[in-house]
């Protein structure tokens, strides 16, 4: 089945203390995604990735960072989590940019107390 | 895209009864526009696309859309509405100036009453 998936699906941690959210996807994809779901603000484009080791920032990139080693791998990594971050992430993948739909996960719950 | 607005951020209609959710995007150059939906605790499907050509798209489960260009506006229509369309709705648009980035609008809830 093809799809995108995001772990851990919750999590509560503390400001400070590092975390990282995998994304894998199965479709051979070449461009991944992350976005932030906050309530009145839709999603909000993280970063991006183009392909292997090429990534972008997309609108609100302060505070993450991605890496894109492999083709099906996108983890976003929170090094010094705050309060702020407390939100709904998403993880997408599409065939390729802009002309192709994308693809979600079910997305992660993250609580930064 | 500069911005993508979505001009109601809630809208409650009866089943049955037709419904139109409004999108409106700002950019000076060609735009792919996309609508998805949004189930409770689910990610987001893709309902529509609009790429090129024809400007009247049909979608899954009965949607369509209409891409304006003089108006920058894509708004989604269904003739009749079930119960099961109950969810959240994005409106979103791509293009290639400044990244290759993705815009979304902050959703509208459509919330539909028996």
């Known amino acids: 089945e093809a799809q995108v998936t995001q772990n851990p699906r919750y999590l509560i941690t503390v400001t400070g203390k590092k975390l990282t959210v995998t994304c894998s996807q199965n479709?051979?994809?070449?461009?991944m995604s992350w976005y932030r779901q906050d309530p009145g603000l839709g999603l909000r484009q993280i970063y991006y990735?183009?392909?292997?080791?090429?990534?972008d920032k997309g609108d609100v990139p302060e505070g993450y960072k991605v890496s894109r080693k492999e083709k099906r791998n996108f983890p976003l990594i929170l090094e010094s989590p705050s309060p702020n971050q407390t939100s709904l992430y998403f993880c997408?993948?599409?065939?390729?940019?802009?002309?192709?739909?994308?693809?979600f996960g079910d997305g992660t719950r993250l609580s930064i107390l | 895209a500069q911005s993508v607005t979505q001009l109601d951020s809630q809208v409650p209609v009866f089943e049955e009864a037709p419904v139109e959710l409004r999108c409106n995007y700002s950019?000076?150059?060609?735009?792919?526009l996309f609508w998805y939906v949004q189930y409770p605790n689910q990610g987001l499907q893709l309902l529509l696309k609009?790429?090129?050509?024809?400007?009247l798209v049909k979608g899954i489960n009965g949607f369509e859309a209409e891409f304006n260009k003089s108006q920058t506006s894509f708004h989604l229509r269904k003739p009749s509405v079930h119960i099961s369309d109950t969810a959240e709705y994005f409106c979103a648009v791509s293009e290639g100036t400044g990244g290759f980035k993705t815009i979304f609008g902050a959703g509208t809830r459509l919330f539909v009453k028996a």
């Open positions: 609009y790429l090129s050509g024809s400007t």
């Open positions: 950019s000076s150059v060609s735009v792919y």
């Open positions: 479709m051979n994809h070449e461009y």
């Open positions: 990735s183009m392909n292997v080791e090429v990534t």
């Open positions: 997408a993948s599409s065939l390729d940019w802009g002309n192709q739909p994308q693809h």
